[in-house]
């Protein structure tokens, strides 16, 4: 059984994080920047993960810049599939908090194994007219054994004849083929090992993105972006499964409950996304660099969400490096998300329309904390290390907390 | 009526030449600036034809204008071309540690506080501007695009063989 | 797990250490920069230049955060189109 952490969708990364012009703009004047780096995720007894991640940018011409990103990953270990174990291990979840806690038994469906590698391709191509339009091009493609990726971005950016504003435009299609390892897709609600195999999930992701970016001062470079999104066809997870329960006394709740069934979950068939994100950075008078961003998200799933996202840069002699970074993210339960179908509900009206006991669409609070250290050769490269500590906490699922540790090594190699 | 004559000739003459564009008349701004060694002010190079580079330190593309520069102060010193870069570092530190990796073998003048870019309306960097002998702002050239090195170099020659 | 707890406090002494130079950065910042608004020249741009002052500076680290956090968390994108900084050509 695998996991939907493997929905690492590359296409649909490509227009909205990928920052283009301004990581293109970092190749000006040389002719080609190569950078390479390796990265291990590890979670706390959960899932790992290795990824190699090597980008090229070239100055083609005077006016056209190509970029070209390789993403190899390799994923293994086991991650919670939704489902409550068999009967006769419980908990009690009676605490807001959730500090019940629950430990799995050997064998249980509760916790899915897995393995898949996946490589992802984008091409990007950014044309320059009359040195403040730009447009760029974007295609990305990314396989694995169970989910294939395919997509297309356009973007526009348009400076004002002082270079104090950029507007820019962009809108992007992504196109996704899901299905399990052993083939196609479970029946809804069908009874786990059950049920009718259907046919592989489609679905399409339309993205638009309106952004400005505004010099504020010598110092401090401004940037505001709205987004909205649209996801349709299947956005069920194929591997993800929910449990009925039975409350065992059902006059005391505390008392715990039983499972009684396990189904495959179900999820709407669409939805529509929307975020304004802004952020900033400024060099403070002590020569240092800060970028401060927040983003507010909300989508037809009920899902709101804050982050925000704060870095220091200590620069020093010779090049080197401290970079201390804090990251802060909460979201609310996806109005479909239940920790399990409860007996009683499910006597009186049977399955909930949808339903997912998808932890990443419970109610959560994040914050990760890091560093990065590195040295940058002026014209020649930048080398730097990080080490990041992420924790999760889960207000209603079955495991509490993820914690995750990520090491990142990455080298930038600038040639004339 | 033979007074009048005399006047309006040569009045609409010069108005034919200004709007001709075969002369603009738009003087290049002066200015007086530190140097190397001693001031460097634009009337001093009366008589000389001009290329006047404004660079920073952090200007990109300038990595790729100075070799060229060069090549142009060398080749055409002995017929009158000065090469003048103004520096517009706010420390010159940071224009001191770019000429060490990339030297700039032609007159170096700095202004740290910006004020001759705001006279010559500079709205990128680099921007470069030809002079002629007599002073006039003849053309602009906005950024450096190698491609258009053989086309400068044909502006200056032009100047340099008009008398 | 002991291992990442002595992380997590590594990592907590550094933020403190730079705590209090963040809490003056931080309030410095807010001053200088959200409400000291100039119309800055083209040749005045080289902090802006700098490689550090890009929103996204370092291409391959956001790359991986995004990823990272798209395949946990139910909120996704946001970031995306750029521009502004250098005066350059």
């Known amino acids: 059984m695998k996991s939907i952490q493997k929905k690492l969708a590359l296409a649909s990364c490509t227009l909205l994080s990928h920052g283009l012009p301004n990581t293109v703009q970092a190749a000006e004047g040389e002719d080609w920047a190569v950078d390479g780096s390796l990265l291990h995720y590890a979670e706390e007894d959960r899932i790992t993960v290795n990824k190699f991640i090597g980008t090229l940018v070239t100055n083609v011409s005077e006016a056209d810049k190509v970029k070209v990103d390789l993403v190899y990953d390799t994923m293994s270990g086991s991650t919670p599939s939704g489902a409550l174990d068999g009967a006769g291990s419980f908990a009690t979840i009676s605490t807001p908090s959730g500090a019940g806690g629950f430990s799995a038994s050997s064998g249980s469906t509760s ?23 730009r447009i760029n091009y974007g295609s990305s493609i990314s396989v694995e054994k169970d989910f294939t990726s395919f997509g297309l971005n356009t973007n526009y950016a348009q400076d004002t004849s002082s270079r104090i504003v950029t507007y820019s435009a962009g809108i992007a299609a992504t196109f996704d083929s899901v299905r399990r390892s052993t083939g196609g897709t479970p029946e809804p609600f069908a009874e786990y090992g059950q049920g009718l195999t259907l046919e592989e999930g489609a679905r399409v992701t339309w993205d638009t993105i309106f952004g400005v970016t505004r010099v504020l001062n010598r110092r401090t470079l401004g940037q505001i972006n709205f987004s909205t999104g649209l996801n349709d066809g299947y956005l069920t997870d194929p591997y993800k499964l929910i449990s009925r329960t039975v409350l065992l006394d059902p006059l005391d709740p505390s008392q715990g409950f039983d499972e009684t069934a396990t189904y495959y979950e179900n999820r709407p ?65 996806a109005n479909f998300y239940m920790f399990s179908i409860p007996q009683e509900t499910f006597l009186l009206t049977g399955f909930p329309e949808y339903a997912s006991a998808d932890y990443r669409l419970d109610q959560t609070e994040s914050t990760t904390v890091g560093i990065n250290i590195g040295k940058t050769f002026p014209g020649e490269g930048k080398l730097r290390v990080r080490i990041e500590q992420v924790e999760w906490t889960y207000e209603n699922s079955l495991f509490d907390t993820n914690k995750a540790l990520v090491v990142q090594l990455s080298y930038k190699k600038l040639f004339e | 009526m033979s007074v009048s004559f005399k006047l309006v000739l040569p009045a609409l003459f010069s108005v034919f030449l200004i709007y001709s564009g075969h002369v603009k008349a738009e003087k290049a701004p002066g200015f007086t600036l530190a140097g ?43 017929k009158g071309l000065v090469v003048l870069g103004i520096n517009l570092d706010e420390s010159k530190s940071d224009a001191k540690n770019f000429l060490k990796q990339i030297p700039g073998n032609f007159t170096m003048a700095y202004d740290p506080n910006g004020v001759t870019p705001g006279k010559y309306k500079v709205e990128v960097m680099p921007t470069s501007y030809l002079i002629d002998r007599r002073g006039n702002l003849v053309h602009t050239h906005r950024g450096f695009k190698k491609s258009k090195a053989d086309k400068m170099e044909a502006e200056i020659q032009a100047l340099l063989n008009k008398k | 797990m002991k291992k990442n707890l002595t992380i997590h406090g590594i990592l907590a002494c550094l933020l403190l250490l730079t705590g209090c130079s963040t809490m003056k950065d931080v309030s410095n910042a807010v001053t200088d920069s959200l409400f000291s608004y100039e119309k800055v020249k ?45 005066g350059c050509n």
């Open chain 1, 111 to 133: 916790v899915a194994d897995f393995e898949d590698t996946r490589l992802g391709v984008s091409v990007d191509w950014e044309h320059t007219k009359k040195r403040v339009h």
């Open chain 1, 269 to 333: 068939s669409s939805r529509q996304r929307s975020s304004v994100y802004m952020s900033m950075s400024h060099t403070t008078r002590n020569d240092n660099v800060m970028h401060l961003s927040y983003r507010y998200y909300w989508d037809d799933w009920d899902v709101i969400s804050n982050t925000l996202d704060y870095r220091l840069k200590f620069r020093y002699e010779g090049g080197f490096f401290i970079e201390p970074h804090f990251r802060y993210y909460d979201q609310t339960a």
């Open chain 2, 36 to 78: 190397d060694n001693g001031k460097i002010s634009l009337q001093k190079y009366r008589g000389k034809v001009v290329y006047l580079d404004f660079w920073a330190s952090w200007c990109v593309p300038c990595r790729k204008s100075f070799p060229w520069m060069n090549e142009m102060q060398a080749k055409y010193k002995s």
């Open chain 3, 42 to 86: 083209p040749w005045q741009k080289g902090e802006l230049a700098k490689e550090d002052m890009q929103l996204v500076d370092d291409g391959v680290m956001t790359y991986a955060d995004d990823h990272i956090y798209f395949s946990k968390e139910a909120a996704t994108g946001g970031k995306g189109v750029g521009g502004g900084g250098c």
